[in-house]
């Protein structure tokens, strides 16, 4: 699936580019000829397997007096139909639709009526009513009741010819029903008739339960987990609406550890490469192929034939033409027996896709350097010692000699400098919360805490004969959860602790306009009632928590203080108003209650994610797609697909010491899923759903705390990462290894290793579905060691181990000692740093992406230069270009006299730096490095300037 989907997305950003480039079709019409044609086609959700294999199929058929471009509505009617409009404005002959809702398609029709535009609907079929408005209206696709016949069938032929599968021996079979959308035509058909053709062939039944899954694997994972819990091993056979479901049901069987013997019988419908593959393995009963091929096939000869003035009729010799509207493909039912036949046409379907991949890019475009703000998450540390004469012999920490009292390790997100002409209020907005919070510290040296209060304490409690208990602390990280051209909204977690039994920790959403700075209030987002809200926050609490929330205080006295507009809530006199804190990223709303806010603080940070499906049409979701929506990046140049992060998975989160109120000290070691260190065992993290992916992916923390392989018990089925220890005292490990279940792939050799709190992870996804795990250990200086696993579809193996630096962005100016590093925005916007000797050593900082092999690549314009020394001047007078900031010559060949003080700025490769000079200029140092040394015309850089600095 990877493959196919990375295959597509290629050729859309490739269609789309074009569409771009190339000058539109003229002044419309369906029954005239351009001389290029033109086919405009949206999707409902392009990473639906599925249709992305069926897009596949279609592209590849194109000619070259043939442009197609497609559009991913990602799920939004409104979307969808803006698309056809532009499609309609960019003189597409003909307009390919899957619809979003298939009960509402009168914008669609209306649109494509006016403009006199045919419009042929595929995979999703409007209700007759709706075909019959307009003769131009035509539909692609297969007859769902047939499929959910056969699916029944299927699972008949099977139950009758293995006795195994009633494992109870009870007569009957107890099933779950995996269905694909609310409301949707296919899931209703495909379940309604699956089942009825089962009981029909005389098999007995019992339903256990059916969960909605919306087509999506990784859904399918989370419903079957919990159909699960509530049925343990009762469940014989699982019928799904489609393969990927049946997929997700099978991942949440091998998740959960469940043998093979205990395992249902699974049988999906759709018959996608990854479904035939499964069934080859013997995962799937069975499934049942929707032609694909024949569908795209179809729709592409109908597109011809009705962009050159022709009918649907002239299709009648080839296919079976219905009512005049209406082309449909057989189904075929799928088995062991005749699975080679179908694995072959896969095969050859995937050759022919990759020979037509090889006309267009090896790569997909570069994402252009304006896509997003490049952002930065500077953190101030500080520290402060008792410097009097009062020794604690029992001090609590572990440095008696220096007795530390306090620290301060806290994160900030900042835009940085190169944008923020670009994003000034944004760039307001986030400096002045770190100078609102500093100055309340006192100017960022540790505050009261750190001056007064605490050494009053420190020298009370000693000179009373009493214990110390710290040191203090003040820890806090910021992550970005959402980045589009509209908002902003990250997390902020912070945590602390003064005494006491226990410290305190929280968790923050902020979401801001990226625009005009302004930050959004909740009742600007959401227009549903309180009473909505609170039973949406409270179903997916008792679903997200099941275990624990009985636990809680009692729901619904504590959600009936919180309200969506506060304020309006207190004007009218309600008692004990609460606000929500809340944040948004790519798959829903989260709803963060805090300890003691709806429980006992045991529980810790408690996190309700309500979906996007949930809230409908809501007021703010043009704010989650973005101005330009789920149009691409490129078609629309304004680089505006939603995004969900962590931090860049440098290694760079803090330690945080505390009291766990027992005696002993807690260590907080990695950090939570938003960047947050996580101090409770269950606070929230690996709650979450899987995350919606768009066209660059995500990144976010992967929540693995790395282990000593004398801990590999080997029971665990879950993804864990092990190190194996070296000798004591010597900073090393011996290798690295993540394993799921018997799954294992491993880094056999030695890499520096301070302690199991030094070693970050992080999950990476990209838009065309494959994850990795990165995972960075704190070498030494600024060097990070990186190490990459791929996990996608639960296999594991190692990609590849690399050295990246720090990647720090111009420090702020403050007392005490700010350390910045390079916030990761997605798969194709991540941050890493390099040293490289060029004039002296400079710490370079680049925009890279995934790779094909899952490392790293470098992928912006430049790479910037955060770390040198700013005292380096001409001994002689050298030659150099004026360029502006986009890198154009302004002026060549300037002569730089001797003493010319010069400050690196970028570079862009081994040939050139691009340097600041004291009048605001910018002037490009071109050297050469064809020898063992860079050189300017044969004399050697370290001859010609002074002042540098070096490594060592």
Known sequence: MGKICKKFMIFL????????????????????????????????????????????????????????VVYNASNSQQTQNNQVKKMIEDGCNVICVNLVDRTDPTAVIDAAKKADVPIIFFNRELVEGDMGRWNKLFYVGANAIESGVMEGELAAEAIKSDDTIDRNGDGAIQFVVLEGEAGHQDAIVRTEYSVDTLIRSGVEVDKLGYAIANWNRAQ????????????????????SNNDDMALGAIDAYETAGVSEDLMPVFFGIDGTDVGLEAVAEGKLGGTVYNDKEGQAGAMYSLALTLAKGGSIRDLESIYNVENGKYIRLPYTKITNENIGEYLKKAVAKKNAGEDQEGKEPAESPEPASSDYPMFKQVT??????????????????????????????????????????????????????????????????????????????????????????????????????????????????????????????????????????????????????????????????????????????DLDDSLASYYIDPDAANEAGKDYVNHYNWTMDPKGIHFYFNPYDIAAYAFGIIDATVPYDMLGDFSGKDLVEG???????????????????????????????????????????????????????????????????????????????????????????GLSLYYVPGKEGEGLANGLYLKKGNKKASFDESFMMEDESSISTWKVVTGDGREFIYVTSKSFGYYYDFFAFEVTDGELKTCGRAVFTKTGLEPYAYDGEWLSEGAAVDAEHMYFGEINTIIGDFVLVGQYRVGDDGMPVFSGDYKYVTECSDHITLKKGIKADVVDEAGNVITAGEELPDGTHVMPWRTAGDKFVDCYLDDGRIVRISYNRDGDEPDIDGEYLMDIFEGESYVG
């Open 13 to 68: 950003l490739t269609v789309v580019m074009t569409a771009g480039l190339l000058a539109g079709c003229g002044a419309n019409s369906g029954s005239k000829v351009a001389t290029k044609i033109k086919i405009g086609v949206t999707l409902y959700d392009q990473y639906d397997t599925f249709i992305s294999q069926l897009m596949e199929c279609f592209t590849q058929q194109a000619s070259e007096n043939v442009e197609v």
């Open 220 to 239: 399918a994972q989370t419903k079957m987990s919990q159909l699960i819990e509530q049925n343990g091993n009762s469940i014989e056979l699982v019928l």
């Open 380 to 553: 101030l540390k500080y520290d402060k010692y008792y410097e009097g004469d009062l020794v604690d012999e029992n001090y609590y920490g572990d440095d008696k000699e220096h007795r530390l009292l306090y620290y301060s390790d806290e994160q900030y997100l900042l835009v940085t400098d190169p944008y923020k002409e670009a994003y000034p209020e944004l760039a307001g907005f986030l400096q002045d919360r770190v100078l609102d919070r500093t100055a309340a510290d006192g100017n960022g040296v540790g505050g009261d805490w750190g001056e007064l209060d605490i050494v009053a304490e420190y020298e009370e409690l000693v000179s009373q004969g009493y214990n110390f208990i710290g040191p203090w602390y003040d820890v806090q990280r910021e992550n970005i959860a959402l980045l589009n051209d509209k908002i902003l909204s990250f997390v902020t977690y912070y945590e602390n602790f003064a005494g006491g039994a226990h410290g305190y920790h929280c968790r923050m959403g902020t979401t801001v306009d990226v625009k005009s700075g302004k930050e959004y209030e909740l009742k600007e987002i959401l227009d549903v009632s309180d009473e909505q809200l609170r039973a949406m926050i409270r179903d997916r609490i008792k679903i997200e928590d099941a275990d624990e929330y009985e636990d809680y205080w």
């Open 627 to 717: 101005a330009s929506g789920e149009d691409s990046a490129e078609e629309k140049g304004d680089g505006s697909e939603d995004a969900a992060t962590g931090n860049n998975g440098d290694g760079s989160e803090g330690t945080a010491a505390g009291d766990n109120g027992d005696g002993s000290e807690g260590t907080a070691k990695g950090n939570e899923g938003d960047g947050s260190l996580d101090t409770v065992e269950g606070s929230g993290s690996g709650k979450d759903a899987a995350q919606t992916i768009d066209s660059h992916g995500y990144v976010t923390y992967a929540g693995l705390y790395v282990s000593s392989s004398e801990w590999d018990s080997g029971d665990y089925n």
